[in-house]
Each structure stands twice: as C-alpha cells, then as structure tokens.
C-alpha cells in the first residue's frame, strides 16, 4: 500500500488549537469555544450555538459558519489524503478562504468602542489556503 502524505490535513486539524480572534480584553475565540479570562470561562461552540443565539445579530453567527467551512475543509482535505481521486483540491482551498472572510466577518462584528477584535484565524486561514492551495486556486480563478 502506497504511503499517504497526512501533513496537510494534520496542519489544518492544528489551526483548531491556535485562537481565531483575540480580543484586547484578553477573551479569544477557538474553533472549539470562546474562553474568557475574567472570569475564567469557558464557552463551548455547540453552548454558543445552542444557548446563547438567541437575539444575536448575524455577523455574530459567522463564527460557527467558519468553524463549519473549516471543519469541511478539514474533511476533505482528509478524504484527500485517505482517497486521493475524490478531493478536488480547489474545494478545500476555496472552503478555507471563506473560512477565513467568515472569521473577519465575525471579528468586524465584534468591534466596539475600546474593544478590539484581531482576526488571527483569519490570517492562519487564508495561508493555509495559499500555502498548500495555490496552485489549485490558482488555475481556477484564470481560466
């Protein structure tokens, strides 16, 4: 059996453990969850969506859509890895770049006079995209 190249999919799995949004007030928002530091707490993805939604204007909803392209992203670029015939490369990179507007999206909603939101996630996103996807995109933007 041939040997199968997991770095690509394990990078993006680890984006999953680096904060997406970091706020000057010490909160950072996770894949996974929003941790806040005072107090310390911890808000899970699914308590988000589940508990707290209610009433939230819709850019506050772009960090679960994020969250849902990346872990797309993520599964693809797995199904890649395990079946390459059945990944079209320019789907994970195209999932991650609008992981990544969906993560700005949610970090300009976050913005309030002397709150600031820095949309990490969105950097981390957009070059992983460009590092492993490039080419791939690259060809379908220009044809």
């Known amino acids: 059996m041939e040997d199968r190249d997991w770095r690509r ?3 993006l799995l680890a984006l999953a453990a680096l904060p997406w949004t970091v706020l000057t007030s010490g909160d950072l928002v996770f894949a996974w969850g929003l941790v806040t530091t ?6 899970t993805l699914s308590d988000y969506l589940l508990v707290y939604t209610r009433g939230l204007p819709n850019r506050l ?3 679960p859509v994020a969250v849902l392209l990346y872990a ?3 599964g693809n670029a797995t199904l890649g890895t395990v079946a390459p015939e059945l990944e079209d490369r320019r789907v994970t990179g195209g999932l991650l770049g609008l992981a990544g507007v969906s993560d700005l ?3 300009l909603g976050l913005r309030t006079p002397g709150l600031l939101a820095v949309p990490v996630g969105t950097v981390m996103l ?3 995209a460009w590092w492993f996807h490039w080419p791939d995109l690259r060809t379908a933007l220009w044809r």
Do not use: G, R, S
């Open 9 to 11: 999919p394990l990078t």
């Open 38 to 43: 005072d107090p310390i707490h911890l808000t």
């Open 61 to 63: 909803l772009a960090w």
């Open 72 to 74: 797309l992203a993520v």
């Open 105 to 107: 999206w949610f970090a």
């Open 126 to 128: 957009w070059t992983a």
